[in-house]
Structures are given as structure tokens and as C-alpha cells.
């Protein structure tokens, strides 16, 4: 009774843990996304073990409880069922002691789970199988157009298969795991191998600047009529992403370089007071009535207000400390808050209210300055009293930590810097800004600068205690706060103003340094001042100074249209104007001398454009009535239509070597050589116009270009010219032409870039164009004249004199920082980043992407975007033109969105960034679910040959095992028959009983001696059982004779051999078995009967039997006489050796009776025995 209480109590055991087994297999499989189920090897086990009925029980068992997680899962509870009590019905049929019976047996239960999980899927779950891997292989047999029936039968049958082969294999493997030490090796190998291809199967599835000069820079204002719809800004800051946000009474905006957004949807940034960044990138929003937002990328993060512990929702300012608590100071008061553990307000410091400006140092002190000027400290936390040093003596109004600096400013607009020492301040110096009252922020730069942010303006303060003010035009009033971009552009902000940067540029514009807008004509520089030629006269500007100057050549030209402007080699200044004529002007000691050629000098007129110097010193004027040529102070000549010269009205002069050449508006080009017109040059001698505006002398090819009023020219040293036709722009102005070859064309366009290889040879290139997109603002004037000093240029613009320089010209920002933050999917807005792949359902169908490109500078780059996957080739375009990508219809697989940033001269690229796009695809499209389907194939195809062709093989074991057993039968038939016919033959001749069957053995024995195989012997032993057959033909009167044959009875006695050779003859189950019947009575010496063959020409196995029938005849009883005396018959074997038997024969006979292998006695008791 114990023993069967412990036999059950084992049984409950094993169904629990079989029940286990199947849990965490179909478990593993789900989580895994393996393609099986895994939830019937404890079935298996416990059907194998304990029967049909536990197997039944786990089966249906396993389904039900995991049913309870998975819907679709109860209802396969009769399919988990019946396939333990299958497998548990076989198991006593011992089918698990075969692999070939176990893998069978595993196919079946494939089929049959198949037939009937198809069934109930059809009719439950729309034929879908519960696997994805099975889903996905009816989705690939439905787009390969297989019957909507047979592609679920298909997909049920890739899962069942695999599972249930597996199933029964990790069974199988068990059993011989626990029966020896070899199979447990074997078996554990194999287990190690599953286990590998069921993972295998798894689903994969701020530098340093230069010292900047800020007055360079350009000035944007922004207010309403640029998207800053409330027209102020109270606060500006820049997140980590390089994106600014501005806050303002209106809300909350963003600015990304293109345009301003609000962020309407966030309810709690309604009315913006302060901003601040922390380490981490997170964006504190303080408000004027809803405490602080925290945001990430958009994104509201925390919301901390009165309910959660503020002091007040007034915020005013927002500082960290260096130990990582966030003090937030509002109207009534201080509060200290903590991340760690989420967002909560650690310690309040109500007697600080009024909160108007805070700063945090690196050793944990925090300086708190209220709305009345009062000041507070805090150390770690803790309120303190204020450092010894730190003068109290006036309200202050701003407070800047800066390294081991402190700077503070009073009411009455004192700078105060103090030096911290073991938490002790030193005053290292008070400083008052001229022109700066009501000082509201610091801001410090890499460069150790402080900008000083005022009611009145911004000055810079610099290390050294020098400062100047910020020219910021008209904006400057109340300008709260400031920073510097990641591009190096200055940003501020006035609650009054609204917006304004400070933007880099390789153009500075000096007429704005000095308040004056002016068409500039003509630029020059001498005696240390810039000369600048207008319509109204002569502008004069001291560099040094940022001013303008007055004086009596100023005062002179009043009103005068200066055209052209030019230093001679004597250093004297020509002044070429209209209506005036030509001054000379010469500086010596501090005063003027002014000389002035009019036409009661000799001049043609006094309307003149240019004036050159020649190489002999003398100067040439040309005007509007013709050429003149002055030497000294007098007239020395004048070229006009009166002397030759077609066009009296010239626009341009190059004087070159010994020559010079005259520009005419229409009359094409004339060359004075000699003071005499040397040559004419026309649109007839290649020309694109006759209205020259320009010749240039190109110092690297030695030829001249020359600009008309529709193209450009050359003239090679050769005098050819040849017509630029595929230069990009037409309406040109100028050109200069540099040693290493660059030249800049100056047209309407702005300013083109070229080589002077590519504009010689004329092929199609691509020059890079400076304009306002690249920073050059102003326009080009028409026919003006400006200076180079070196590689600095003086632009003649519309709004006055640019300079820039020939060598950095193109100051093109070279950082940019883009973003994608959202995708936009159906009309769905989703979050996107670099990091991550985004992933984009199988049936989304459109995607917009807005991609930012942060660039505040002057300079509007070239974008490239392309959707790798997708498009055939990147487009590229302004930034300024760029909008947002809207792709259709995309295809399932792996995009990746490159956006770059390119060097407009060249078109590298400046700064990239990537974001990888997934579109789902059906799991049946990727390479590894083909990979799957063939292995699964295969896995069928070489379960189905090894199932047929180990069929065949037990088939054919089968048949060879029957034919076998028929054969031995047959054999068996034989030799029974074979002996029957010898004692048959034995019996009739009464004297030789059990004759045959001794001569077999002696023959045997013989044979043996003579390495007769056993098949051999076999061979010889029937055919000496049948050597004496052919008696049967003899009569019994002759055979059993007690007496002496008479001659004829001897006679028919002899025929029994012939009779005997012609009964069997026809014999076929002996080979050559007629030989010993036919031959045994032939005698070595050729003596016997019946042929009388003699010596080798007897055949060995009648040579056998002959001897082995005499010597049995000698030594068996007969009727007319007993056995001889065996060594009578030994000696008569010696003596008819070589005679009647065959000598070795005869040695091998005696040797067998001599060891005793042949003992007469024994064989004959044995006879008897057998009889």
C-alpha cells in the first residue's frame, strides 16, 4: 500500500513539472518569437512516462492556463489533448526505442495537429495560426498567389512540423540521456545542437575666438511684422540643440533662423518672465502666473507651481548651485528644488521676497539681489551672512558669478568687481559705463568679455577694465538679457524692443559706423583717411575713429557729384567730378593745395568719369566731350571727334606700358599710342558691345578683360578677343584680377567668384555668387571707381562704402546644427532622433519631415536632402527655399534621411546629419524568413527521403530476411532430401548402410585439410551423399548378393557410376554434383571406370569421394564380410597410393586417422545415434 501511495505521489510530481516544462517552453517561444510552439515536450514526457491519460491531462492542461493570458490560445486545449494521449498510446507500443519510429511518429502528430489547428483557425480566427512566423508564410503563399486554404495549411504545417519533429527528437534524446553513459553523451551533444538552432531560429530581430569687432556686425531687429508677435522679449536662451527660445508676455517661442513658432498648445508657458538651460539640457520656463514649466525638445517634462510647494507662481529668475539644487525665486520668495526623486520642493526662504536677479558660483555660494536692491547669500543651502569684503553700502540691481569673480551692479550704475578668496571678496575695482543707466544683466563670453545689458544700451567690458558701447542703432531700451549663439552671433533682448541680432559678417559697412546712408561713386584712401565720392559730394571717414571728417576739400565739393577719385605717384589727389571739371589736390604741411582744370584750362568740358596715370607720370581725364592729357599743370593734349576719336564719351581708361586705352559708351575701344590714335577695337573685331565699362588687366595671362554692357570679353596678349558667352551674368560692373588668379566680377547680381583658367577657357562652371544670401547686403553702383589696399576692398554700394576683404570674403558659417524632431505619419506627429530607427508601420502610406537647419548668420547655405531608399539622387537647394518633404508610398525596408549643409564654393560638405527610417516590412519579405521557409523545405524534403528510403531499406531487409529464411528452407529442403535419397540408396544396398553418409564425412574431412571454403565443403559434403544415386538402377538381386559377382553381374554393377552422372545431370542445387557420381570408381593410374581417366585429368572432388568410398568399404561390415583391420586398411591405403589413389590424398587420409580427426568407431556410433 506505501509503495503505490509513492508511485502515485511520483506521478502527481511529474504531471506538475510536465506542466512546467510546457509553460516556460511556450513562454520562452512567444517571448523569443520562435517559429514553434515548445509547449508539448513535457506532454511527451509525461505521456511516455505515465500514460495516455496524464499525457491527455498536461496536454489539455497547458492550453487552458496559458489561454489565460493568450485568447487565442484555450481553444487548442483538444489538440494538446489528443496529442498526449497519442503519443502516450505509442509509447507502449515502443516507439520511442527507434529514432525511425520516433521522427515517424513526430510527422504524424505534425499532420495531424495541422488538420486539426487548420480546422479551428478557419473557423475562429480567420485561418490565421497563432505564430507569426506561421502568419507569415500564409501571407508569402497569398502574395505568391497560392488559394487562400492552401497557404493556411501551409503556414499551420511549417509550425507543427518543426515543433512537433523537435518535440519528439528532445524526448527521444531524453530517454537515451538516463540509459547508458555512451547514448547520455550522444544524446546530450544533440540537445546542445537543438538548442543552438532554436536561438539560431530567433526573430533578429564654444571654441575660442579672435577678438571680434562687434561694430562690424550686422543688425536684425525682430518684432511682430517677423513672427515675434508680441513685439518684446523678456528672456533668451539657447538649448543644448543649438535652438533658441525667446519669452515673452505672449508665450513661449522657438526660432530656428527661418521662423518664430509658439508654442500654443502648452498651457502652463502662457506668459514668460525668465529662462534658464541647465547641464543636462532641460529648458526651465519661468511664468508670470503659472510657476515653471520644464521641457525637453518640446516636450512639458515637469510642471512645478503653488500646489506643489512654490512660494509663489510669479517666477523672476532660475539658478543651480554647484551640489545640483535648483533655486527658484519668485515674488514671495525663495525655493529650493530637487530632482532626485522627481521634481519637489526641498526648502522655501520666505524672507526673500521680490527675487529679481540670482547667481550661482562653483563652490556652492548663491547670491540672491531682490526688487529693492537687497542682497542674500546662500552656502550649501544655507542662508549666510555675506562674504567679508562684499560692500553693502548701495541697493544693487544685477549679480554675476564669473570664475573667482563677483560682478554687481548698484542703482546708481557702479560696476563693482571683487576677487573671492577663502570665501572672502576683495574689491579689484568699481567702474562706471558712460552712457549705460539701469544696468539689468552680465554676460560673459569665452573670451572673458562681459557684455552689460542696460535700460540705455550695452557696453563690453573687457578683462582690463577698458570698455566701449555696443552700436545697436536705435535698440536700446531696455535690454533685459543677452547671448552669443553656437555660431557666434549676438542675441538681445528688451521688454520693449523685441528681438536683435548681432550678426557675423565679411562685409562691414562703414557708412553705418558714422549714422550716414549714401550712393557711393568712387572710394579712395589718402593721408591716412578713406575719400569716399557721392552725388552730394565728399565724404571723408577717419577709420581709427569710427568718424567722419571735415574740411575745407569736404567743403569745397559740397554738392558736387564726385565720379572718380585717384592717387598719382606724387601722391596727389585727383578729384574727377561733374560739372566741375578735375582737382588736384596736394598735402604739405598740414595744409591744401587745390588746383582746378576746367575748360578755361583746355579741357574738354567738365563732366569727367575716370582719370589714370601713365607710365611717364602724366595723367589722362576722360569725360563726357572726349580725353585729355594733363602734364604738370597744364593741358598737354585732348582727344575728341574734332582729332579721330569716335565716341567722345568715355566711360573708362587702362593705361598700359607705353599705350593707353579709351572706353567709349557705343564706340567701342580706342588705343592711344605715341599721344596719336594708334587702333580702333569694335564689335567687328569680336566684341560682344560697344559700350565698354571696363578693361582690366589679368596679371596671370598678360591679357585683358573687358566688361561691356552685355557680357564679358578678352583680349589675348595677341591681341584676339574672344567673347565669354558662358559666363552666367550679364549686367556687370567691374573686375579685379588677382596674382594667383581668382578674379571677382562685380555685376548687379553681386559679386562672382571665378578663376581665371575657367573664364579664359569659357567651359559652363558653376561660380559661387556673394550676395545678400552670403551677407553682402548692399547693391553694387553702376560705373563707380573703388580702391584696393592690399586685399582689402572698398565697395561703391547704395547705402555707402562695404569693405571686405579679398582673402575673407566668404565667411560662411561652418557650424550648423540640424534637427528632425517629428515625423509626421498620416497625419500623425511622432518623435523622431538620431539615435534611434524610427519605425514606421507596414501600412503608413505618407510621411512629412520638417527638418531645422539652426543658422542665424548672415549666409544662406545650400541644403541637400536626400531619402536614401528612395530617391534616385539628393536635391539641393537654398536653405531659404527648403520646405518640408512629404514621400509617399514607400516601399517596406530600411531609409536613411541625410541632410547636409554645402559649401556653396565647391560643394562639400560642411556639417551632416542622419536619421534612419525602418518601414516594416511583412516578416516574410526579409532574406531570413526565406532562409526559414527553405530550411523548413529542406527540413520536409529530407524527412520525406529519409522516411522513404529507410522504408525501402526495412522493406528490402524485410524481403532478404524471407528470402532467407526461404532459402535455408530450401537449403534445408535439399540436404533433407539429398540424405533421404542417400539412405534410400543406402537401404536398398543392405551392405552399405549409412555408407553415403560416412563417405561425406571422410570427404569433408579431406577437404578441410586442402582449404576447401565452408561453402566448398558444403558442396562436396551433398555431392558424396549422392555419389552412389545411380544404384537405384541396379537391381536388388545384384546389390545384395552374398556372394560373388559373376563377370556380367559386375558389369551392371559398374554402370550404377554412368547411371548415377545421368540422374543427375540436371541437378542444379549442387554445382558439378554429377562429378562424384559419375567419377568416384576412376583409379590415379588410369585403371578404373567408366571413361579411365587417370592422374590430375580426375576431377579433385571424385579423387575425394573415390578415396573416402574405398576406405569406408574397407572398414564398414558388409554381407559377405566384416570390417577390416584398421591397419590392414592403412596398409592398403600405402599400397595403393599412386595406383587407386591420388598420393597427397592418401598422406592427407592417413594424417586425418593418425590425429584422430577420423575415429571409424566414433563416426559409426554416431551413424547409429543420427539413425
Known amino acids: 500500500m506505501q509503495m503505490k501511495n509513492k508511485k502515485e505521489y511520483r506521478i502527481i510530481l511529474w504531471t506538475i513539472a510536465a506542466l512546467a516544462v510546457d509553460l516556460l517552453g511556450r513562454v520562452m517561444a512567444d517571448r523569443l518569437a520562435l517559429p514553434i510552439w515548445c509547449d508539448s515536450i513535457g506532454t511527451f514526457l509525461i505521456a511516455y512516462m505515465a500514460g495516455p491519460v496524464c499525457g491527455g491531462i498536461v496536454g489539455f492542461t497547458n492550453n487552458i492556463v496559458y489561454g489565460i493570458f493568450v485568447d487565442q490560445q484555450s481553444v487548442y486545449c483538444i489538440v494538446g489533448a489528443l496529442l498526449g494521449i497519442v503519443v502516450g498510446y505509442f509509447a507502449k507500443k515502443k516507439v520511442f526505442e527507434s529514432q525511425f519510429r520516433t521522427m515517424t511518429l513526430g510527422m504524424g502528430l505534425a499532420l495531424f495537429s495541422t488538420g486539426v489547428a487548420v480546422v479551428l483557425n478557419t473557423v475562429l480566427y480567420d485561418g490565421q495560426s497563432g505564430n507569426i512566423w506561421g502568419n507569415q508564410v500564409i501571407e508569402l503563399c497569398i502574395d505568391k498567389g497560392f488559394p487562400t486554404y492552401l497557404a493556411n495549411l501551409l503556414g499551420q504545417f511549417c509550425v507543427e512540423f518543426l515543433d512537433k519533429l523537435l518535440c519528439v527528437e528532445i524526448v527521444y534524446l531524453c530517454i537515451r540521456l538516463f540509459r547508458s553513459g555512451r547514448a547520455r553523451k550522444q544524446a546530450v551533444t544533440l540537445l546542445v545542437l537543438l538548442v543552438m538552432a532554436g536561438v539560431l531560429l530567433q526573430k533578429e530581430n564654444v571654441q575660442a575666438r579672435e577678438a571680434a569687432d562687434y561694430d562690424s556686425y550686422v543688425q536684425m531687429q525682430y518684432g511682430k511684422e517677423e513672427g515675434l508677435l508680441s513685439g518684446e522679449a523678456n528672456d533668451i536662451a539657447q538649448t543644448k540643440d543649438g535652438k533658441l527660445w525667446i519669452g515673452t508676455y505672449a508665450g513661449l517661442f522657438s526660432y530656428d533662423g527661418t521662423r518664430f513658432k509658439l508654442l500654443q498648445n502648452i498651457d502652463s508657458v502662457k506668459n514668460v518672465n525668465c529662462l534658464y538651460v541647465d547641464e543636462e539640457g532641460r529648458l526651465w520656463v519661468g511664468t508670470n502666473d503659472d510657476g515653471v514649466t520644464i521641457l525637453i525638445n518640446e516636450h512639458v517634462m515637469n510642471v512645478l507651481d503653488e500646489e506643489n510647494g512654490l512660494l509663489s507662481n510669479s517666477v523672476k529668475s532660475i539658478v543651480c548651485d554647484s551640489d545640483g539644487n535648483y533655486y527658484i525665486g519668485t515674488t514671495e520668495g525663495l525655493s529650493q528644488v530637487s530632482l532626485s526623486s522627481g521634481v519637489k520642493v526641498t526648502k522655501s526662504y520666505k524672507q526673500t521676497q521680490n527675487v529679481m536677479d540670482m547667481s550661482a558660483d562653483g563652490n556652492g555660494h548663491v547670491v540672491i539681489v531682490t526688487e529693492r536692491g537687497k542682497t542674500y547669500w546662500l552656502k550649501d543651502g544655507e542662508i549666510v551672512q555675506s562674504p567679508q569684503g562684499f560692500m553693502q553700502d548701495k541697493p544693487l540691481r544685477a549679480v554675476c558669478f564669473a570664475d573667482e569673480l563677483l560682478l554687481t551692479a548698484t542703482e546708481d550704475d557702479q560696476i563693482r568687481i571683487y576677487q573671492m578668496e577663502n570665501d572672502q571678496m576683495k574689491l579689484v ?24 545689458c542696460s535700460d540705455t544700451g550695452v557696453a563690453i567690458l573687457q578683462p582690463d577694465g577698458t570698455y566701449e558701447t555696443l552700436n545697436t542703432g536705435n535698440f536700446t531700451s531696455s535690454i533685459d538679457n543677452m547671448l552669443i549663439d553656437y555660431q557666434g552671433n549676438l542675441w538681445l533682448s528688451s521688454s520693449r524692443l523685441g528681438l536683435m541680432e548681432l550678426c557675423q559678417s565679411s562685409f562691414t559697412e562703414l557708412f553705418r559706423e558714422i549714422g550716414e546712408t549714401a550712393v557711393v561713386n568712387t572710394t579712395q584712401k589718402w593721408q591716412g ?40 605717384s606724387q601722391d596727389a589727389l585727383w578729384i574727377a567730378t561733374t560739372g566741375m571739371g578735375i582737382y588736384q589736390v596736394s598735402a604739405a604741411n598740414g595744409t591744401y593745395r587745390i588746383c582746378n582744370f576746367t575748360e578755361e584750362d583746355g579741357m574738354p568740358g567738365t563732366r569727367f568719369r575716370n582719370i589714370c596715370e601713365l607710365s611717364d607720370g602724366r595723367i589722362v581725364a576722360a569725360g563726357d566731350y572726349g580725353v585729355a592729357i594733363l602734364s604738370g599743370n597744364t593741358v598737354e593734349r585732348v582727344f575728341s571727334a574734332e582729332n579721330g576719336l569716335m565716341n567722345e564719351k568715355s566711360l573708362c581708361l587702362l593705361a598700359d606700358g607705353d599705350s593707353f586705352y579709351i572706353g567709349s559708351d557705343g564706340g567701342g ?5 605715341d599721344d596719336k590714335i594708334a587702333a580702333h577695337i569694335g564689335k567687328e573685331d569680336g566684341l560682344s558691345s560697344n559700350v565698354i565699362l571696363r578693361m582690366v588687366v589679368d596679371p596671370v595671362s598678360g591679357g585683358i578683360y573687358i566688361v561691356t554692357s552685355n557680357g564679358l570679353c578678352y583680349r589675348t596678349p595677341d591681341g584676339t578677343i574672344k567673347y565669354l558667352k558662358n559666363f552666367p551674368y550679364s549686367n556687370n560692373y567691374d573686375m579685379i584680377c588677382d596674382t594667383d588668379g581668382t578674379c571677382w566680377v562685380l555685376g548687379s547680381a553681386g559679386i562672382y567668384i571665378a578663376d581665371t583658367t575657367d573664364l579664359v577657357a569659357d567651359e559652363k562652371t558653376d561660380y559661387l555668387l556673394i550676395n545678400a544670401k552670403r551677407g553682402f547686403r548692399s547693391s553694387l553702383v553702376a560705373n563707380a571707381w573703388m580702391y584696393r589696399e592690399g586685399e582689402e576692398l572698398y565697395l561703391c554700394c547704395d547705402s555707402g562704402v562695404v569693405k571686405v576683404s579679398m582673402e575673407q570674403y566668404d565667411m560662411t558659417a561652418k557650424s550648423y546644427r540640424m534637427i528632425l524632431d517629428y515625423i509626421y505619419v498620416d497625419g500623425e506627429k511622432y518623435d523622431i532622433d538620431r539615435v534611434d530607427t524610427f519605425r514606421l508601420a507596414s501600412d503608413a502610406d505618407k510621411i512629412v519631415l520638417e527638418p531645422e537647419v539652426l543658422n542665424y548668420s548672415m549666409n544662406d547655405p545650400y541644403v541637400s536632402v536626400f531619402l536614401e531608399g528612395y530617391d534616385e539622387k539628393a536635391t539641393v537647394c537654398l536653405l531659404s527655399e527648403m520646405d518640408k518633404l512629404t514621400y509617399q508610398k514607400l516601399k517596406p525596408g530600411i531609409y536613411t534621411f541625410r541632410i547636409a549643409i554645402l559649401d556653396g564654393a565647391d560643394g562639400a560638405v560642411v556639417e551632416s546629419a542622419n536619421y534612419k527610417i525602418e518601414k516594416e516590412t511583412e516578416m516574410y519579405q526579409n532574406w531570413w524568413f526565406k532562409l526559414y521557409v527553405i530550411f523548413i523545405a529542406g527540413l520536409v524534403l529530407i524527412w520525406v527521403t529519409w522516411f522513404i528510403t529507410r522504408t ?31 539412405r534410400t540408396v543406402d537401404a536398398k544396398d543392405s551392405n552399405t548402410s549409412e555408407h553415403s553418409f560416412r563417405v561425406s564425412e571422410y570427404s569433408v574431412a579431406i577437404a578441410k585439410r586442402l582449404q576447401y571454403s565452408k561453402e566448398k565443403c558444403e558442396n562436396l559434403r551433398q555431392m558424396a551423399l549422392l555419389h552412389d544415386i545411380g544404384k537405384i538402377g541396379i537391381p536388388d538381386a545384384i546389390l545384395n548378393k552374398p556372394g560373388r559377382l559373376t563377370d556380367e553381374e559386375y558389369a551392371v554393377m559398374k554402370t550404377h557410376v554412368t547411371r548415377g552422372g545421368e540422374i543427375l545431370k540436371d541437378f542444379t542445387m549442387i554445382d558439378n554434383v554429377s562429378v562424384g557420381a559419375l567419377y568416384h570408381h576412376e583409379r590415379y593410374d588410369g585403371s578404373g571406370y567408366c571413361v579411365g581417366l ?10 575425394i569421394i573415390g578415396i573416402a568410398d574405398a576406405f569406408d568399404a574397407m572398414t564398414a561390415n558388409r554381407v559377405y564380410r566384416k570390417q577390416l583391420d584398421i591397419d590392414f586398411v592403412i596398409g592398403e591405403l600405402k599400397r595403393c597410393s599412386g595406383t587407386q589413389f591420388d598420393p597427397k590424398l592418401v598422406d592427407i587420409l592417413l594424417s586425418l586417422i593418425e590425429d584422430g580427426t577420423i575415429d571409424v568407431e566414433k563416426l559409426y556410433a554416431k551413424s547409429k545415434e543420427d539413425k
Open 429 to 452: 575695482q568699481t567702474i562706471v559705463l558712460d552712457g549705460i543707466e539701469e544696468i539689468n544683466s552680465f554676460y560673459m563670453t569665452e573670451k572673458n568679455e562681459f557684455f552689460v
Open 529 to 568: 583717411l578713406l575719400f569716399c565720392g557721392t552725388d552730394q559730394g565728399l565724404v571723408i571717414l577717419d577709420q581709427n575713429e569710427k568718424s567722419k571728417v571735415e574740411n575745407e576739400i569736404s567743403d569745397l565739393l559740397q554738392n558736387i557729384r564726385v565720379r572718380c577719385l585717384m592717387v598719382d
Open 669 to 673: 575701344i580706342t588705343q592711344i599710342q
Open 952 to 982: 525501402q531499406a526495412q522493406r528490402t531487409l524485410l524481403k532478404q530476411k524471407y528470402e532467407l529464411e526461404y532459402a535455408k528452407k530450401q537449403i534445408q529442403m535439399g540436404n533433407e532430401t539429398i540424405l533421404s535419397i542417400a
Open 1094 to 1103: 587417370k592422374g590430375e585429368e580426375i576431377p579433385l572432388d571424385a579423387r
